[in-house]
Nanobody
């Protein structure tokens, strides 16, 4: 089992920034990828960003709607993954979830992930 705890959500004005954190514990060696997903009101859960965690960390992948604005990073020593979110827009408002898995097909497909955190709310509003 892998336990994930998110933090860092909150409310921010459009154009602002937030940094989310996700601390992993348990059998972290059993997964090789950690990702961030979000689900807005009335929307399906979508992949935001994901990063391979093996060998000190590897390639990162982003959803089209956040490319150039969000950055995922990994601190292997702390078993923590971060999501730096800049130039936030109202449409970024959602519950953000951290997840972990060893995906076989699509690294940004939430169906590939079997460990999930409880989520942290991000609200972008003026």
């Amino acid at each position: 089992q892998v336990q994930l705890v998110e933090s860092g959500g909150g409310s921010v004005q459009p154009g602002g920034s937030l940094r989310l954190s996700c601390a992993a514990s348990g059998n972290t060696y059993s997964v090789n990828c950690m990702g961030w997903f979000r689900q807005g009101p009335g929307k399906e859960r979508e992949g935001v960003a994901a990063i391979y965690t093996a060998n000190g960390g590897g390639s990162a992948y982003y959803g089209d709607s956040v490319k150039g604005r969000f950055t995922i990073s990994l601190d292997n020593a702390k078993n923590t993954v971060y999501l730096q979110m800049n130039s936030l827009k109202p449409e970024d408002t959602a519950m953000y979830y951290c997840a972990a898995a060893s995906p076989r097909l699509s690294i940004l497909d939430p169906d590939e992930y079997n460990y999930w955190g409880q989520g942290t709310q991000v609200t972008v509003s003026s």
